[in-house]
């Protein structure tokens, strides 16, 4: 039994650098996906590991148990996710040649885009939109003002559902396919090969991004400046370690920036070396390339695999589409309860109304259902607590074990619980943890058979190795069951030795956020997040990371806390 199995979608984005991409994907599994911006490539096409698809999953609206099966499958996704970001390997120390020895051509100096212009970049931005075809609706435009971030889309009119925002030409889309060095990186895509996938188009990225001449030059004009994007990558460690500690974070972009350097080192640099009148080290550095992956992680697309009947083709790995560059499309900014979606047809992607937007509303996409972790590891931004109904706590499956260990005191026991935690350790990954959303458990059969076999007796145990585990029938009979059991409804129906030790673990996850002297509060057993969260005027106060780590923070141990209060004895 593999915990948290799911296939992701494609290579999230989450295809990011935190691992091999499935989906954010950003980052999936057969999660139905008209929208979904790669995320995530979050979950196994980011750098820290497999990212589980966090290609955005598109949101559904549904009755209860439909939501948590959704919830479910998806809670074991993000678990993939964060579970294949920890897991990349060591990074390797390289230098660069600062005098770059490259040849760029007279008319291909390295030039990072002129944003000299008697019209602004978005005008700039909007003319070329018109020349390359794409086909914007009446009644929306774009704007830097009334919207929840730097560019956002408004209705002019009011839009009802169904109806086109806008199309997008599949020439107009930036990727690997379309980019003028597109035929030598398909001659020579066997070398560019990586963990994460995305190096064919970072290199793209890399050339178009810096060329004088890039037919995507107006649309690469909005972004003067990645780091804005403030991914917590582009924080100091002090800083991460500081406001991120407990919530997994940190522990990602450490996984992310060694992966991303061993890539460029290993992947990158050999393949510029070899075609100097495109790239140049000096320019396209490796500063350079960690700001591409971020942009890519915030603002890429991933197409979904078509669906196949033949059941036969289930069992089959199926390669990922690519991570693109959607113009217009990426303008779009993301809350869980999103209006419009994005279609992908033979010949154009369309932005469609999702349900009825008012004049003067923004429309807002949907990056996937994601916890605040996510949102900040791979977008930069979060969602205000408690708005964000996609928001998880992990308990670790080691701080289990520690709970467990607690109260051996004889050989004989302690020799029982390292047999049967070998055993688990076999059926699920290294580092797995149970994911907790706000209506329960999201890793509710794994937790149900760790528990199972944590609370056995040495008779139990011996039936349930001789029988090489349960039978495949009772455990689909027990699925209805166990999902029930552990959601916030049945928890507090459980077993007792299984209530404490969730209770107990909880308490040890939320101790592991620890309480700093800059977040400390007067009084004994306050929480001073709490007291930031209730109180306006001291929010106001806080940096825009500092008010998003909060976000992360107390949504996670909020989340928690609930779950201390329904396994009480």
């Known amino acids: 039994m593999v915990v948290v199995a799911d296939k992701l979608l494609g290579q999230l984005r989450e295809v990011h650098y935190g691992g091999d991409q499935n989906t954010h994907n950003i980052h999936s599994n057969t999660v139905h996906i008209k929208t979904e911006k790669l995320l995530g490539q979050l979950r196994e096409v980011h750098y820290g ?259 196949e009947d033949d059941e036969e083709d289930e069992e089959e790995e199926k390669a990922t589409n690519p991570p693109m560059m959607v113009p217009m499309a990426d303008m779009l900014n993301h809350v869980s309860n999103h209006n419009a979606n994005l279609e992908f047809t033979p010949d154009s992607l369309k932005m469609v109304c999702v349900r009825p937007i008012r004049k003067g509303e923004e429309v807002f996409n949907t990056y996937g259902q994601m916890a605040n972790w996510q949102l900040l590891h791979m977008y930069g931004f979060t969602e205000p607590y408690p708005s964000n109904s996609n928001d998880t706590a992990d308990i670790p499956i080691t701080t289990l074990h520690k709970v467990v260990t607690q109260g051996i005191q004889s050989d004989v026991d302690r020799q029982l619980l390292e047999e049967k935690w070998e055993m688990l350790c076999e059926m699920m990954e290294e580092k797995a943890a149970f994911v ?70 909880a308490r040890l996850t939320v101790s592991s956020y620890g309480d700093g002297q800059e977040r400390r509060m007067e009084g004994e057993g306050v929480d001073s997040d709490r007291v930031l969260i209730e109180d306006k005027a001291a929010r106001a106060g806080l940096s825009s990371r500092q008010l998003n780590a909060l976000q992360v923070r107390y949504g996670q141990k909020s989340i928690l806390n609930r779950l201390m209060q329904l396994t009480e004895s």
């Open 49 to 307: 590991g497999d990212q589980k698809d966090l290609i955005k999953h598109s949101s559904h609206k549904s009755r209860w148990e439909e939501l948590r099966s959704e919830e479910r499958r998806q809670g074991k996704e993000w678990r993939m996710y964060k579970l294949r970001n920890e897991k990349r390997g060591k990074s390797l120390s390289f230098s660069l040649n600062p005098t770059g020895q490259g040849r760029w051509p007279p008319t291909q100096v390295p030039v990072l885009v002129d944003h000299s212009s008697d019209l602004s970049a978005l005008q700039n931005f909007l003319q070329w939109c018109d020349r390359v075809g794409l086909v914007l609706s009446s009644k929306v435009y774009v704007s830097k003002e009334g919207t929840v971030a730097e560019y956002g889309m408004l209705a002019k009119d009011n839009i009802e559902e169904g109806e086109v925002l806008f199309t997008i030409p599949r020439s107009a889309l930036l990727y690997q396919g379309t980019t003028k060095v597109s035929a030598l990186l398909e001659q020579e895509k066997s070398s560019l090969e990586s963990s994460s996938g995305w190096v064919p188009l970072l290199l793209a990225l890399l050339y178009e991004y810096t060329s004088s001449q890039s037919h995507w030059r107006p649309y690469l004009s909005l972004w003067t400046d990645f780091r804005t994007l403030d991914h917590p990558m582009f924080w100091s460690k002090e800083e991460r370690d500081r406001l991120l500690r407990g919530t997994g974070i940190p522990e990602a972009v450490d996984t992310d920036l060694s992966n991303i350097r061993r890539e460029y080192t290993d992947v990158v640099l050999p393949f510029i070396a070899r075609h100097p009148d495109f790239w140049n080290p000096g320019t396209h550095t490796l500063e350079l390339y960690t700001q591409l992956v971020a942009f890519v992680m915030a603002y890429s697309f991933q197409e979904p695999q078509e669906e």
């Open 436 to 505: 907790f959303g706000k209506h329960g458990c999201l890793t509710d059969t794994e937790l149900h058979t760790v528990l199972k076999v944590l609370c056995m007796s040495n008779e139990e145990f011996s039936e349930f190795k001789d029988n090489e585990g349960w039978e495949e029938e009772e455990e689909d009979e027990e699925e209805a069951k166990i999902s029930l059991s552990f959601s916030n409804e049945g928890l507090p129906g459980l077993k007792a030795p299984w209530k404490r030790l969730i209770h107990e673990a």
